[in-house]
């Protein structure tokens, strides 16, 4: 599989031709938009939207219409951090998205293994849920710290032409892109097993609460991947080149 950040299109390209993840960057809100279509708007923020459509059986024509009605006669939604100059974004993805995961990620560990032991026995699906979560959670553990330590340090320096022409980006970006498309799955693998995170009309409160935190989780994880890859990435290739 090809691992390449999402690239803006030329001004005057239709929408239908323009990526996915381009069009949610411009304008955040429309993430609504691809998340009640269930339309992957981050790990495959790369395709065109004629692309993504295709995949889904659903009319270009009639997603665009909703991405153009998308956001008409509401205010302004306040600062887009798509719009943060590279060490700035960087800052703001570790200060909201790592922090949320290490906020989140122990909570819904022990809940994912409390529900396994508890319930697992007549719902082995659950088992399951905890062990695709406690893998990717020890993925996202290791990816953030990767890029603090790393990938992110970089981007900084050469923001401040510090290190201007000595740094190459290429083999950290393709593995953070590569580590993205994991978390895509693991998250797509998890809607699955919960049935879209619906718990059934008998579920006690902690089964119910570990479901609203695993979409809570997806939905969190979604814009942090995307402005990663569609945002945060190819401003760092730009600077290296």
Known sequence: MSHVPNVFSPEGTALIDRTVGELVAERPGRSRVFQGLGMDFCCQGNKTLAQACEKKGLKPEFVAQLLDEEGKGKADEGDNPASLPPAELCSYIVSTHHQFLRDELPRLFAMSQRVAHVHGGHTPSLVEVFEVFAGLAKELEDHIGKEEKVLFPAVENLASAEKAGQVSLNAPVEA????????????????????????????????????????DLEEDLHKHIHLENSVLFPQALALAS
């Not at 693998?189 to 879209?196: Q, S, V």
């Open 176 to 215: 953070m892109l590569r580590e993205h498309d994991d978390a895509g799955e693991a998250l797509a693998k998890l809607r699955e097993l919960t049935n879209g995170f619906t718990p059934p009309p008998d579920a006690c409160n902690t089964y119910r609460a570990l479901f609203a935190g695993l979409a």
